[in-house]
């Protein structure tokens, strides 16, 4: 299918440069799989306590996680799924996608170090962020 057909009546021809489109595809599955497992935790909290606590199942920093509560899941449920949907904009070349997008990674980062106590910070996840951030603003100029 032609892309410039999407629009008949669009001047220019129908652009998303190749970094948008790795970027939001990448935030599709990140984000989207982030959604997901945190719905599926909130949805399942008691039992995934009580099946890791029967069997002894010993997950690294599972207990530090489920500390946060069913509040902290929902939250990040939320938080991810308003990333996704900013992605899907920014994929049909609308501004109001990077806002959305940046708000969402933003109370991201702050979430586990507001409803989890002694959580340690991850500089990680700062730069990754940071970076898909950058991106995204290096191509708000594609974007209405």
């Known amino acids: 299918m032609n892309l410039e057909s999407l629009n008949p009546l669009q001047k220019e021809p129908f652009k998303r440069s190749d970094l948008l489109t790795l970027l939001c595809i990448l935030t599709f ?3 989207g799989l982030a959604a997901f497992s945190n719905l599926f935790i909130y949805l399942s ?3 995934m306590l009580t099946i890791v606590d ?3 199942i010993e997950i690294p920093g599972f207990d530090m996680m489920m500390s946060g509560g069913r ?4 939250t990040g ?3 991810y799924t308003f990333s996704w949907v900013g992605a899907l904009q920014m994929w049909k070349l609308k501004k109001i996608g990077f806002h959305l997008y940046t708000g969402a990674q933003i109370f991201i980062l702050l979430l586990p170090v507001i409803l989890i106590k002694s959580y ?3 500089i990680f996840s700062l730069l990754l ?3 898909f951030i950058a991106g995204y603003a290096i191509n708000l100029k594609f974007m209405k």
């Open 120 to 122: 340690p910070f991850s």
């Open 29 to 31: 599955i990140g984000s």
């Open 54 to 56: 029967d069997y002894e």
């Open 129 to 131: 962020t940071a970076v």
């Open 71 to 74: 509040r902290f899941f929902i």
């Open 45 to 47: 909290f008691e039992e």
């Open 77 to 79: 449920f939320i938080l």
